[in-house]
């Protein structure tokens, strides 16, 4: 049977998340809707990374199977024809039945996009967080430092994690400014549940002057989920890509490069 992946962006605001739900409120039910509907029968999507409620995707991507034969433009075109304004399907592309949007993935990039003003945002709400003090940008570089590598990040994990083991390689973790926004950009072979919100958490608290960049350090080593901050909201964390080896042919860039300068 073909199979075929798809890249998908989406705006996590309007969903319950990736994950189907009863109430037919996920990401993941509103494009198996859509696929049914151009595939004429049901299908069954399996993702790169699922999201929480309210995290966003510039870049996730997922395959399934069909006996359906179709062309490519009518996996992008049809299907979007039939999904809500929240989401888009970017591009599709048969591949080969080896392919497996999770296990062929070697690593994942989240972007969180942290407002940094007294006021809250209006325009972005739903699409940043918002932190109201000033935050020290070269401080949180210098926590970002501790937690480069292949670590245990048990301190980083939420108590719903089902990841069978809390060893992960952060490979880039970047901090910078953009105007009235800070950016923070992870990327590893993998995350835990709300890895990305509780170390950016964690990175702030920093910027804010409550602890020395060290205290990263150590909060890491005390694997204890206690001894970190409290996790950010989910409004401005996006998948921003996942990386493929050049064999299975998948386009490695999002369209959308939000905060991407």
């Given at each position: ?90 591009w599709a592309r048969s591949v080969a039945a080896e392919f497996h949007a999770r296990y062929s993935a070697h690593e994942r990039c989240y972007r969180y996009v942290l407002l940094n003003h007294p ?16 935050l020290d940008v070269d401080r949180m570089r210098a926590a970002a430092q501790y937690l480069l590598g292949e670590h245990d ?109």
């Amino acid at each position: 049977m073909p199979r075929i992946a798809l890249g998908i962006e989406y705006n996590g605001s309007v969903f319950c998340g990736w994950q189907t739900q009863p109430s037919g409120c996920a990401v993941q039910d509103a494009l198996e809707r859509a696929l049914a509907g151009i595939a004429g029968d049901k299908i069954a999507t399996i993702c790169a990374g699922r999201t929480d409620a309210g995290v966003h995707a510039l870049a996730q991507v997922v395959h399934f199977d069909t006996g359906a034969e179709r062309p490519e433009s009518a996996w992008v075109r049809g299907v979007n024809a039939l999904l809500p304004a929240g989401a888009a399907v970017t591009w599709a592309r048969s591949v080969a039945a080896e392919f497996h949007a999770r296990y062929s993935a070697h690593e994942r990039c989240y972007r969180y996009v942290l407002l940094n003003h007294p006021l809250r945002p209006a325009v972005n709400h739903g699409r940043v967080g918002w932190f109201h003090p000033p935050l020290d940008v070269d401080r949180m570089r210098a926590a970002a430092q501790y937690l480069l590598g292949e670590h245990d990040f048990s301190a980083f994990r939420s108590a719903e994690c089902q990841a069978k083991s809390p060893v992960r390689e952060m490979r880039r973790l970047d901090v910078r400014k953009s105007g009235d926004y800070v950016v923070f950009e992870l990327a590893a072979n993998a995350f835990l549940h709300h890895m990305v919100r509780n170390i950016v958490g964690c990175l702030v608290y920093v910027g804010k002057g409550k602890h020395d960049p060290a205290w990263t350090g150590e909060v890491l080593a005390g694997r204890d989920r206690r001894l970190a901050a409290p996790t950010l909201d989910a409004a401005g964390l996006y998948l921003a890509y996942v990386s493929y080896d050049a064999k299975w042919g998948l386009p490695q860039a999002a369209r959308n490069v939000w905060f991407n300068e």
